[in-house]
Antibody
C-alpha cells in the first residue's frame, strides 16, 4: 500500500531553522513527483512546490520560491521541506502529497495520496 | 497567481444535490482538463474525490461527479448523505509544473 509518513508536530521559535520529512513507501519512489501543501490555521490549501526524486528536478509555486527549500534523499525514500529562518506566519499544517504528473507528455495533475500532515508551530 | 474562486458555503437536505463551482482563468481551469477535487474533514488530511475533471478514483461513491465549462469547473454531490458534510477544494494545473487550489467550500447537510 502507498503510504506517506510525516512527523506529526514541530514546535520552534522565530528565527530557528527547521527541516520536516515525508517518508514514502509502497511504490517506486524515484518515478513519482512528491509535493508539499500548506494549510494555515482555519484557512484553505496552498500549493507550495514539488520534486521528482529520480533526478531532484524541483519546482516552486511563485508564492513560495525563495521562502522554503524542497529536497529528496532517494537512499532512504525521504522528501524534505526546509526553512532557514522560521517566522510566526509559517505556523501551519504541512502535507506531503504524491503528485500524478507525466513530465514527458505534460499530462495529468492530481494528488492521489496524502500524508497525515505535520503541525508546525512557531512562537515569536 | 491567485487562488481559484469557490463559494464559501453550500448546503442541502439529505437526498438532495449540491453543486460547487470553481472559477479560474484560461491559464488554469480553462486551459487544461486537469481539475481535481478534494474532500477534507476537520483535523484530517484531504482525500481525492474527482480527478481530470470527470474521473472518480476507485472507492469514491458515484454520487460524486465533476464537469467543466470554460473557466469554471463543478463538483456535484447527488443524494446528499450526512457523511458528505466536509470542506471541498478544487485544484487545477496552471502550467510549468505548477498548480493552484480553490478557496474552499464548506458543505453542510441540513
Amino acid at each position: 500500500d502507498v503510504q506517506l509518513e510525516q512527523s506529526r508536530v514541530e514546535v520552534k521559535k522565530s528565527g530557528e531553522p527547521l527541516k520536516i520529512s515525508c517518508k514514502a513507501s509502497g511504490y517506486s519512489f524515484s518515478t513519482y513527483w512528491i509535493g508539499w501543501v500548506r494549510q494555515m490555521p482555519g484557512k484553505g490549501l496552498e500549493w507550495m512546490g514539488t520534486i521528482y526524486p529520480g533526478d531532484s528536478d524541483t519546482r516552486y509555486s511563485p508564492s513560495f520560491r525563495g521562502q522554503v527549500t524542497i529536497s529528496a534523499d532517494k537512499s532512504i525514500r525521504n522528501v524534505y521541506l526546509q526553512w532557514n529562518s522560521l517566522k510566526a506566519s509559517d505556523t501551519a499544517v504541512y502535507y506531503c502529497v504524491r503528485l500524478i504528473y507525466d513530465y514527458i507528455w505534460g499530462s495529468h495533475w492530481y494528488f492521489d495520496f496524502w500524508g497525515q500532515g505535520t503541525q508546525v508551530t512557531v512562537s515569536s | 497567481q491567485s487562488a481559484l474562486t469557490q463559494p464559501p458555503s453550500a448546503s442541502g437536505f439529505p437526498g438532495q444535490s449540491v453543486t460547487i463551482s470553481c472559477t479560474g482563468t484560461s491559464r488554469d481551469v480553462g486551459g487544461y482538463d486537469y481539475v481535481s477535487w478534494y474532500q477534507q474533514y476537520p483535523g484530517k488530511a484531504p482525500k481525492l474525490v474527482i480527478f481530470e475533471v470527470i474521473k472518480r478514483p476507485s472507492g469514491v461513491p458515484d454520487r460524486f461527479s465533476g464537469s467543466k465549462s470554460g473557466n469554471t469547473a463543478y463538483l456535484t454531490v447527488s443524494g446528499l448523505q450526512s457523511e458528505d458534510e466536509a470542506d471541498y477544494y478544487c485544484n487545477s494545473y496552471a502550467g510549468s509544473i505548477n498548480g493552484v487550489f480553490g478557496t474552499g467550500t464548506k458543505v453542510t447537510v441540513l
